[in-house]
């Protein structure tokens, strides 16, 4: 298992494939064959890793507004995709599951794979993959509360946790960390309850060229994160990350912070490690970018 291995339940939004293909002059249908690489890659990793919750957003309920044509395509590859990998993934103890509303807009034959999928898997244990298809956060919430309705549940007993328990899969884990390729800064209606609380990861590369080294990027970035739920920050550095040091020499070399600005000096070495870790914060995802557009680094 890797060093950065905090985040329990990860997502990738796997946007990017059309323009992958675009950028090319090929059919947007292209970018979604070379897709299936990034999804290989992505779970090889994740399991490396240990992490224990995999969800991928595969098609959203608002894709059904794309051609037909790309729509079967799509299809067409998840499902040869799937036939070729589930017994793998099944020998590496991978259990896949399904999220999103049943809907024979599916088509018959990835029905039936995803179906098999699920019941070869079930009792597995190692990392649970979650393949949201026909996935729409808000509907997925509207079932939700449908349900309560129906079994006429009192308006009292409709708790945060009682609500949650009447989601699809209700015993998958909030989502820790949230990674979506290609530049977009949204959720696009993904599963909106469980990732209340996420961190968000924006790797620059389209889907088909996201590798090993972006999602252990991704890692790394969650890992400096300081998750608060809504409470004060308490203390500096934060348990999970080691606080970051200046290079030797530069902090003697500095005015220190209290006297700059006449602070206290504890409030001001709690500033200035807020202000280090978020130095570093950037400092690091600019190196990924410049990686990721191989140029070297600064
Ligand atoms: C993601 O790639 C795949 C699906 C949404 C099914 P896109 O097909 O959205 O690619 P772009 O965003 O158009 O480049
Ligand atoms: C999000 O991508 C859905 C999936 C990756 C399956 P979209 O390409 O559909 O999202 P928008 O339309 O740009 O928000
Ligand atoms: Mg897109």
């Known amino acids: 298992m890797g060093a950065h291995t905090t985040a329990r339940h990860i997502a990738c939004i796997m946007d990017g494939n059309g323009r992958w293909a675009q950028q090319r002059g090929l059919p947007r249908a292209h970018g979604h064959k070379a897709a299936v690489s990034a999804v290989d890659t992505v779970i090889r990793t994740a399991l490396e890793e240990g992490i224990p919750w995999l969800t991928l957003f595969a098609f959203s309920t608002e894709n059904w507004s794309r051609p037909q044509e790309e729509i079967d395509t799509l299809m067409d590859t998840s499902c040869q995709f799937l036939r070729r990998r589930v017994h793998d993934w099944h020998r590496a103890g991978i259990r896949l599951r399904r999220l999103g509303e049943e809907t024979p807009r599916i088509s018959e ?5 995803l179906q098999y999928a699920h019941q070869l898997t079930q009792d ?13 956060g808000r509907g997925e919430i509207v079932r939700a509360a ?15 946790e009682s609500f949650a328990q009447h989601l699809q899969n209700p015993d998958m884990p909030d989502v820790d960390l949230v990674i979506r390729t290609s530049g977009g800064y949204r959720l696009s209606n993904f599963a909106l309850w469980r990732c209340a609380y996420a961190e968000f990861v924006f790797p620059e590369v389209l889907w ?3 590798r090993a080294e972006h999602f252990r990027q991704a890692l790394e970035l969650y890992a400096q994160r300081r998750r608060r739920f809504g409470g004060a920050t308490t203390s500096i550095p934060h348990p999970r990350s080691p606080q970051p040091q200046p290079p030797f020499g530069l902090a ?4 220190s912070l209290s006297s700059v600005l006449s602070l206290p000096g504890g409030i001001a070495s709690r500033l200035g490690g ?17 990686e990721t557009r191989n140029e070297p680094p600064l």
């Open 274 to 290: 807020h202000l280090l870790a978020g130095l570093y914060d950037t400092a690091r995802y600019a190196k990924s970018q410049l």
């Open 252 to 255: 003697d070399s500095l005015p």
């Open 208 to 210: 088909p060229d996201f």
């Open 109 to 113: 034959d990835l029905r039936q794979e």
């Open 146 to 160: 449908r349900t309560l309705v129906e079994q006429q549940v009192p308006a009292e007993d409709v708790t945060e």
């Open 124 to 136: 597995n244990s190692t990392m649970t993959l979650t393949v949201a298809a026909n996935h729409g």
